[in-house]
């Protein structure tokens, strides 16, 4: 080996390495610049001038003013009439059982005194009535649990059972979540389809089942709602009115609602031809959209029309401004 080949291989071997080190630097550079870069477009928000905003048909409004009162969300279904027909044909029948037994056994009871009818006899009547006693009481208990007193019972009962039979009202019943319960009855409650969540109905209030289910360890409630709005044994969400302080706030059009990485979003309008994305909760359904406290006000202009549009142009780059894209 000569002499200056000694140096010469440490000399190479340094170089290659400081050359690597700045090769993977600058290479690193590059993700950490695009985060910075995406980050500061999402605070800028997305620019859309006058031309492009026509031409998507761009429409911002103020969200209107409310006030929301506390609600407990409930979930449940339509009942099948016939389900419930049955139900009642078998608490009827088990209630007919136990008359006639009973006249049964006060009629040999009559006869006995009379020396008409034989111990025996009177034993048998007296035996059939108490069979039949209970099982009615068997029943009757049953059908409290499943449908509640005022269908079992109600001075209502026969309307309420008429109208639902005949297809003028449905019924629906709802369950609270497990282990909660109700103080008292809810007045009326709002109820929507979960196929189809900006459309509610009303519903009166008719009754609650007697204690908790043992089953579900829920506290369930039946509300009528007229005509046929709903279909039969479709799951529904109930949203029923509780005591409390009234909350204020704003309601956000559905058609103003995005839902992106399963979260909710709105665009504020910050400027003439700025927009922001905004994220908002989605947990308070009401009749005009949805009830919103955080990150909006009644002083802010939210797009109505055309925020898909937005979103779309936002994760895809932006627009090209004036002719069409």
Known sequence: ????????????????????????????????????????????????????????????????ATQWRPEVKSYGRVIDPATLTAAVSDLESARAAAEVSGKEFERQK???AQNNASARTLEAAKAASTHD??????????????WGSALAEGTNRETTLSVIVNGKAALVRVDLPAGETLPSPPASARIVALTDETRFVS?????ATDGVNP???????????SGQPLTTGAAVTGYLEISGDATGGVVVPASAILRHEGKGWVYVQT????????????DRLVDQGWFVTENLSATNRI???????????????????????
């Open 303 to 325: 797009v109505v029309s055309g925020a898909q549009t937005v979103l779309s142009a936002e994760l895809g780059g932006g627009f090209n401004t004036g002719a069409r894209d």
């Open 215 to 225: 089953q579900t360890q829920s506290q369930s409630f039946f509300f009528l709602v």
């Open 110 to 112: 009559t006869l006995a």
């Open 1 to 64: 080996m000569k002499p200056g080949n000694h140096f010469i291989y440490p000399l190479t071997v340094i170089f290659s390495i400081t050359l690597l080190a700045g090769c993977s630097k600058a290479g690193g550079d590059k993700p950490a610049d695009v985060m910075e870069k995406a980050e500061a477009q999402n605070k800028a928000g997305v620019t859309i001038d006058a031309a492009t905003q026509e031409r998507i048909g761009l429409k911002v409004e103020t969200p209107a």
């Open 271 to 282: 400027g003439t031809n700025q927009f922001v994305r905004v994220e908002i909760p989605l």
């Open 133 to 146: 006693g209970l099982a009615f009481e068997s029943a009757f208990a049953r059908f409290k649990l499943d």
């Open 203 to 207: 519903g009166a209030f008719v009754g």
